[in-house]
């Protein structure tokens, strides 16, 4: 018996050590991905393909807050069926006990979980289709940009309890990444606005001094305006 449990609690060391490895691979991987795509769309789509695919989750999405519906609309997604979107409660308002796992998500900032999708009567329900699939068990996290919950990143396995508190805590960072990532790009976004809004205005009073012929000015060699 001492030796079954041995074996027993060596199993589950070494399954929790091979869950951690993929799920830093994700992490890794979409901080590299991060580093090299500018732009959000693609990052999404990217980060859903990385999941499935390095990272052994069976489906993942990722989806923005509608600030119109107060619904999430899904803008990026790997593996996931479409009867399962059209199964899932996208509300993000009302009281908590009454969303779904989304609206929770952006309702609190923080992540949500089952670890066993069958044993959760609460949600069970609303998750048959990937049930029947063969998940077993999910996490739902925050995107938070400029302090506001924006979107969900929710990650699917076909393991119960898979989602410990070691996964946790690097999925929690992953999907903060994927948040200052956005950030980066709204800021870089709104500097080239700035940027070309200050040229074409300089461009207007440039035209409006050239066009105004009771102003004396001279120019320098590159077309420069000079007063005095």
């Known amino acids: ?19 951690l490895n993929r799920v830093y691979a994700v992490l890794s991987d979409i901080n590299e991905a991060i580093v090299r795509i500018r732009k959000p769309q693609e990052l999404f789509e990217k980060a859903c393909d990385i999941a499935v695919e390095k990272g052994g989750f069976q489906m993942a ?18 593996g996931v069926s479409e009867a399962h979107l059209k199964q899932i409660d996208f509300n993000c308002e009302g009281d908590e006990s009454q969303l779904g ?11 949500a979980i089952s670890n066993d999708i069958q044993k959760d009567d609460s949600i069970l ?4 289709e990937i049930v029947k699939h063969g998940s077993k068990s999910f996490a739902a996290f925050p995107i938070i940009v400029f302090g506001q919950c924006r979107g969900v990143f929710k990650l699917y396995s076909v393991e119960i309890e898979f989602f410990d508190r ?14 200052f990532a956005i950030e980066f790009a ?27 012929s009771d102003i004396i000015f001279t120019t ?7 007063f005095g």
């Open 61 to 78: 999405w990722i989806g923005k807050i509608n600030s119109q519906s107060t619904k999430v609309d899904i803008v990026a997604s790997k």
């Open 101 to 111: 796992i989304a609206g929770r998500v952006y309702k609190t900032g923080i992540h």
């Open 1 to 19: 018996q001492q030796r079954s449990k041995f074996y027993q609690e060596r199993y589950q060391s070494t399954e929790s050590i091979r869950r």
């Open 125 to 128: 329900q609303k998750y048959k």
């Open 166 to 179: 070691e996964e946790l805590k690097l999925l929690d960072k992953l999907a903060m990444d994927i948040s």
């Open 186 to 212: 709204e800021k870089e976004d709104e500097r080239k606005r700035i940027q070309e809004a200050l040229k074409e205005s300089e461009e207007r009073y440039r035209q409006v001094i050239l066009n105004a």
């Open 220 to 226: 320098d060699i590159n077309g420069n305006i000079l």
